[in-house]
T-cell receptor
Framework: KQEVTQIPAALSVPEGENLVLNCSFTDSAIYNLQWFRQDPGKGLTSLLLIQSSQREQTSGRLNASLDKSSGRSTLYIAASQPGDSATYLCAVRRNYGGSQGNLIFGKGTKLSVKP | DGGITQSPKYLFRKEGQNVTLSCEQNLNHDAMYWYRQDPGQGLRLIYYSQIVNDFQKGDIAEGYSVSREKKESFPLTVTSAQKNPTAFYLC???????????FGPGTRLTVL
């Protein structure tokens, strides 16, 4: 059974710092991995999607990497800003079985960037 | 304006009542999904639909029902059989089942 873990559960950093959020998964047979951002009381905003054949994806100050063999992904945020404060969720998409295509979510990392 | 809309934003239900949560998308996506989010837990899949007139149970379907009569719409009914319905409900869609998912703003359901 696929399980997705995000550590730490919460992170507080000063403005301007570069930071890394971690995501690990137990079954390497994934189709792709998606990173999301969630603001309090809101829906999820898709940040980056990495296909299983890719090593990384970049969007602005965000860079996501994927190491499928070790079951790990990282989300790198450069020059953090207070507006980056949110919960970041990692989700993997199954590559087999009757629920193929469905996302399995981690519990998220709550990021606070202090001015 | 393309996107996913959910209504209402807040919903209050008395014990024993059925309630229906609306989800509409104008992205021309084939696949639609319903998730439930509880504090301290990851999102859990309730139901999903890969195409009109077809839907499948997710990991926690008991006490819920759905329909997919139109491509744009995927309403979720929370029945009185759902033991602990208080949660934040999120609807999502994707072009096809293996593609990037996009989410609506959510409905917060509270049982009084």
């Amino acid at each position: 059974k696929q399980e997705v873990t995000q550590i730490p559960a919460a992170l507080s950093v000063p403005e301007g710092e570069n930071l890394v959020l971690n995501c690990s998964f137990t079954d390497s047979a994934i189709y792709n991995l998606q990173w999301f951002r969630q603001d309090p009381g809101k829906g999820l905003t898709s940040l980056l999607l990495i296909q299983s054949s890719q090593r990384e994806q970049t969007s602005g100050r965000l860079n996501a990497s994927l190491d499928k063999s070790s079951g790990r992904s990282t989300l790198y945020i450069a020059a953090s800003q207070p507006g980056d404060s949110a919960t970041y969720l990692c989700a993997v998409r199954r590559n087999y079985g009757g629920s193929q295509g469905n996302l399995i979510f981690g519990k998220g990392t709550k990021l606070s960037v202090k001015p | 304006d393309g996107g996913i809309t959910q209504s209402p934003k807040y919903l209050f239900r008395k014990e024993g009542q059925n309630v229906t949560l609306s989800c509409e998308q104008n992205l021309n996506h084939d696949a639609m999904y319903w998730y439930r989010q509880d504090p301290g837990q990851g999102l859990r899949l309730i139901y999903y639909s890969q195409i009109v007139n077809d839907f499948q149970k997710g990991d926690i379907a008991e006490g819920y029902s759905v329909s997919r009569e139109k491509k744009e719409s995927f309403p979720l009914t929370v029945t009185s059989a759902q033991k602990n319905p208080t949660a934040f409900y999120l609807c999502a869609s994707s072009i096809a089942s293996m593609n990037e998912q996009f989410f609506g703003p959510g409905t917060r359901l509270t049982v009084l």
